[in-house]
């Protein structure tokens, strides 16, 4: 089956008990057992499993091409999960443009329980094989990258993550397997900050970790995910599921826009860069070419005139919103440096773009207006 028909049908049988199409939303946090102690059907208690988790587990499995799915609060409590997999003194090779977040978690909570950590440029192979050592037991990639839309190359990273006996993790966040399969590519684990383009309206938090088959480490994730607790509510999930409906509609409908609005962008005399796989002046077009279906929703630029002029053009927009997060139906933009660490290698002009699904004249348009108003200052 095509994924437009995944998304639609993965996880998702009519109640067999009512007949209704639309699954019922369980709350309960308890199941019944009968006089002889025996449990009805496979559910005992809500943090372990629930029928609405296991569904969407079900349908991302489907979706990546795994053999399992493991459902989290947040795609950062995936993350977690992970890191609580491994045991103490194991190296985490990771680029050293990865999510934020991710670095933060790792530097902060779990570099004290003894997790080693390398940052590395992932688009230089041969520094990847310089700094995976006989210690490194996850090599972390994640591409496209935040916020300079940076694209690496997963099958040749994921031959070297498993010539060193490390397990290979995508953070397959920005493209989603409707452009990107990770799996397929040679990586073990895929992992979803679902709060953006599977839920994709803005409204859910929840992550997720998809597996190419049930190992060691993905026994003990799914320790973590039932023992630490970090899970979604029953409610997530079925946000979350229902989301991934219009999955593969939403983002090829962004990722056209995007390359529209890209292309419109590098012929704009205020813009100096677009950073965009779908653009030739890409450093690494033909890698995003390969392995990605479409280059995505998620483009950068720079305004000349640096950190006061980008100022000047995000207050200039009146209809793309100005906010973090991305992944939505509405359009994001936001001026990075804003939100970076001090020690942020980000360009002070640059301003992060997430594209809706909005038409793509009306954000043109408005993208105008905001670069206008440099001009104005
Ligand atoms: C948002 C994001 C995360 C973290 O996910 P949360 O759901 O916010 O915890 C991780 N990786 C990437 C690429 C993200 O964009």
């Excluded at 308890?30 to 296991?54: K, Q, V």
């Excluded at 399992?68 to 190296?91: I, V």
Aim: charged share 20%; proline share 6%; with cysteine.
């Amino acid at each position: 089956m095509r994924i437009e028909t995944i998304a639609v049908h993965a996880g998702h049988t009519p109640d067999p008990t009512t007949g209704a199409v639309t699954p019922a939303i369980q709350l309960s946090t308890t199941f019944e057992r009968s006089p002889e102690g025996a449990l009805r059907g496979d559910y005992l208690y809500t943090r372990n499993d629930n029928p609405n988790r296991r569904a969407l587990e079900q349908c991302l499995t489907a979706l990546e091409g795994g053999a399992d799915a493991a459902c989290f609060a947040s795609g950062s409590a995936a993350a977690a999960a992970l890191c609580q997999a491994l045991e103490p003194g194991a190296r985490v090779v990771a680029p050293d443009d990865a999510y934020y977040g991710t670095i933060r978690l790792m530097r902060e909570l779990f570099e004290r329980w003894g997790l080693a950590l390398t940052l590395v440029d992932m688009t230089d192979l041969d520094a990847v094989r310089a700094a995976v050592d006989a210690r490194t037991r996850l090599l972390w990639v994640e591409t496209p990258s935040n916020p300079l839309v940076r694209v690496t190359d997963v099958a040749a990273l994921a031959q070297i993550g498993r010539r060193a006996g490390a397990h290979v993790v995508v953070d397959n966040t920005w493209a989603t397997p409707v452009l990107q399969r990770p799996l397929e590519l040679g990586a073990h684990v895929a992992l979803h900050s679902a709060t953006k383009y599977l839920g994709g309206h803005s409204d859910v938090l929840s992550g997720a970790l998809v597996t190419a088959q049930r190992d060691g480490l993905w026994e003990r994730v799914r320790g973590a995910q039932v023992a630490g607790g970090a899970v979604p509510s029953p409610f997530d999930c079925w946000l979350t599921l229902r989301g991934i409906h219009t999955l593969p509609w939403r983002v090829r409908a962004q990722s056209e826009s995007a390359l529209r609005i890209a292309r419109w962008l590098a012929g704009h005399a205020a813009v100096s860069v677009v950073h965009y796989p779908g653009l030739e002046s890409h450093h690494a077009h033909a890698v995003a070419a390969r392995q990605m279906r479409m280059p995505g929703a998620m483009l950068s630029f720079e305004v000349a005139g640096g950190r006061e002029a980008a100022a000047a053009a995000i207050g200039g927009l009146a209809l793309i919103t100005r906010a973090t997060s991305l992944g939505g139906t509405e359009s994001l933009v936001e001026h990075r440096i804003l939100v970076e660490p001090p020690d942020t290698k980000t360009p002070p002009g640059l301003l992060r773009l997430s594209v809706g699904l909005e038409h793509p004249d009306d954000l043109i348009a408005d993208l105008e207006r905001g670069l206008a108003a440099v001009a104005r200052r």
